[in-house]
């Protein structure tokens, strides 16, 4: 896997525009206290001479009186974003976009195309550089976790072997894990474990005990450098996935277990499906697709499932082979998550992982989520409903 990461890519956008902005001190304005000004984010040189976020920007000025404060621009921003998305998929058709400036692509497979990995990824950081003016790092590695922190080393390419990633994980500190939640770093700065080190040789029954035991074997992946996530398409919108099989061999309707394949995948994802579609392929290239109607989607996903497998029974009437099988999922609230996210689709966010608990606990019944309008038969539904 390779990682890419532009750093400061706003302000890289700044200076791209004003190269008069080079080389000083920079913050752009928080645009959530228009009464008290205040800085968001600050670059290295800001930083360097004492600034930081929130920081009210007269105190920020007479500090430094060289600074200069910008005004916000998050649409060019995330239009940066979607165009270092569509410059990877050139690359490799897998991937996922992190936080603004950062990118993880899959390029295993790719060398009969455009040769050894390394230099393909060279060739992506100088195709960055041509096409957009952004400085970028990248980091090679089999393990996602060892590929983000190589590229975070801000070497031009940070190569890890394989067979290396522990041994270069080792003196990482435990709070560049992205995923490790703040409470979870404060337990474990207590006990003394500070680096991944401390968690490599530790068994996963003793790992379970101090963390919750779902994550657990993500988090010890993590810190052992074993850790192959599948990448979903780069193209997919966000808050959606893409889950594809090829059937091999090709078989009939109904020896395709459908039902299984479906609610592994609805399960795999703590969110809630606001829309779904399943698309078929038979031998002979012909495409099916079906769309699940609203009233199926606020069914319980055991329910949901099999309502999946019978429409595909009914609706393969050619008695003919199927080769491929894709279920596309829009996830949660089906919106793309926007900088400025308002604060009521924040709450039902975090509450997404409280409806997949229910649901695995309950998989005969149904869990609604908070924006849902319609609540259907309620006396027999678990609802967890935001109240207005």
């Excluded at 060739?123 to 590695?141: A, K, N, P």
């Excluded at 035991?213 to 810190?223: E, M, T």
């Excluded at 495409?287 to 309502?307: F, K, V």
Aim: aromatic share 6%.
């Amino acid at each position: 896997m390779l990682a890419m990461w532009v750093p400061e890519l706003p302000f890289q956008l700044a200076c791209g525009r004003d190269g008069g902005l080079k080389a000083r001190p920079l913050a752009f304005l928080n645009p959530e206290n228009p009464r008290t000004p205040s800085l968001w984010f600050v670059n290295r040189l800001g930083r360097a001479a004492g600034l930081g976020p929130g920081l009210p920007m007269d105190q920020a000025l007479r500090r430094v009186p060289g600074l200069r404060v910008l005004d916000p621009s998050p649409q060019v921003w995330w239009e940066a974003q979607g165009s270092l998305g569509d410059l990877l998929q050139h690359w490799t058709p897998q991937g996922q976009l992190g936080r603004l400036g950062e990118a993880l692509i899959e390029l295993q497979g790719t060398q009969k195309l455009f040769g050894p990995l390394a230099d393909t990824a060279q060739r992506i950081r100088r195709e960055l550089t041509e096409r957009h003016g952004w400085e970028s790092h990248g980091g090679l590695s089999l393990s996602a976790t060892a590929a983000t922190l190589a590229a975070h080393a801000e070497h031009r390419l940070e190569q890890v072997a394989e067979g290396g990633e522990a041994a270069f994980l080792g003196p990482q500190p435990l709070r560049r894990l992205p995923d490790l939640a703040p409470r979870l770093q404060d337990r474990f700065h207590r006990l003394g474990l500070r680096h991944f080190l401390d968690l490599q040789p530790m068994p996963l029954p003793v790992l379970s005990e101090l963390v919750p035991s779902r994550l657990a074997p993500k988090l010890l992946a993590q810190a052992r450098g074993e850790d192959r996530p599948r990448l979903p398409a780069l193209a997919d919108p966000p808050g959606s996935s893409r889950s594809t099989s090829r059937l091999q061999p090709p078989r009939l309707p109904e020896e395709v277990h459908l039902g299984a394949w479906c609610l592994e995948r609805l399960w795999a994802d703590p969110r809630s499906p606001r829309r779904l579609s399943l698309r078929w392929w038979d031998v002979d290239g012909e495409p099916h697709i079906w769309r699940a109607p609203e009233e199926d989607l606020l069914q319980p996903t055991l329910a949901l499932a099999r309502a999946l497998e019978r429409a595909f029974l009914v609706l393969c009437t050619r008695r003919i082979l199927v080769r491929e099988l894709e279920l596309r999922v829009h996830w949660g609230l089906g919106l793309a998550r926007p900088l400025f996210q308002d604060p009521r689709n924040q709450k039902l966010d975090r509450l997404e992982p409280v409806l997949a608990r229910l649901r695995r606990r309950y998989p005969g019944q149904t869990v609604l989520p908070g924006w849902v309008e319609d609540l259907k038969q309620p006396n027999k539904s678990l609802i967890f409903k935001e109240a207005r």
